[in-house]
């Protein structure tokens, strides 16, 4: 189990200033791994880590030769343009590249004349997708969107026998995983309405966004193994944000009985920074279960989970419509959540996935499901805050939504913040535009 440890200290500061200011996302405590270049060139994609405003090149730094064993076997791998190699190093080598990253970029560190030619300013670069993702798999862990949404599925049964056993998910499409900054088009397909007799062909109607949390897995298993809830945190690299753009129309006829298809295969979006599970430990905490609900099945069920399954992640979500853009109006905030409302863990996810003897790969990725809370106003898609499309929300300027329009841009945020601290463990932005179908 990763425990907390040096590179955890609230009172640690770096000598990259910025990095030290109040409501910073990327805090000496946080240093989240991205692969970027810079704007607008030619440049290979490479390894970076993220301090207050600026970026560490790992190129840069594995070629000054600063670091040595593990930590500059790791930098090896990070200079690739996407962490697949790095992340299948295994929790050792990703920890061990954080301590020396977290000590040469302490305040009172020698290596600050090296490291600091190792520095880019976040304005001018951009990113990619950190990893050659090969399987995606979305889950489906807040019951609270799950009962919503099956309400409005199915009015008379809402939440299936089988969820409160199985961590619920469906095989998703990962050639369609995009970059934060990424355009959407809005989806042709098949619909049908209550009291037509056939469907047509059509765009979507009801574009949504879902509000999730992306889990990149590092080091695998063999096929015919399985991961144990407990040995989770060997196996799952980090955490990011993720938008599982949602086509409500196509869902609504396509989804029995084998699940989503075209509804969420045609994008989805990643942020380009992965917050490691080692930074996410002291945000780790109880897990629990109504006693009244079915308790786990023993391979998901242990004290681990228990005192330390769930992860203190606040999730937010935005708005700017493309008037509210040319108005030079600041995106509006349409909810906010909670990942330890979760009714499954990540650490069970893992499990369930490769109970079955599934193997996993570096670079694999899961979709945590739709993030709602116990609250209404806590609903991570449209479709819950506008009750399936029949009570429009009103923005500030005026104008309504019931799903998203041609020019919506849609931005998530998410950090984990002790209630009194200003250490902020961010996960920065991502964000997504919507654009007209394509024919
Ligand atoms: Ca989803």
Redesign the pocket.
Known sequence: MITVNQTHNPDLKSWVNSANLDGCDFPIQNLPFAVFRQKDTNEPFRGGVAIGDQIIDLQTLYDTGLFTGKAAQALNKCCQPVLNEFMAMGFEYWSALRHSLSDALTETSEDQKVLQNCLIAMTSVEYDVPARIGDYT???TSIHHATTVGKLFRPDNPLLPNYKWVPIGYH?RSSSIGISGQKVHRPLGQTKAPDAEVPTLGPCKRLDY?L?VGIYIGSGNESGSSVALDDYQQHVFGLCLFN?W?ARDLQAWEYQPLG?FLA?SFA?TVSPWIVTMEALAPYQGQWTRPNSDPQPLPYLESSQNRTTGSVDMELEAYIATAKMREENQPYQKLSRSNFKDSYWTVAQMVAHHTINGCNLKPGDFF????QSGPTPEEAGSLLELSNGGKEPITLDNGETRTFLKDGDAILFKGYCQKQGSDIRIGFGEVTGYVVPASS
């Open positions: 979305d889950f489906y998703g879902e999730e599982d949602s989503p969420k989805s979709g945590s499901g739709t």
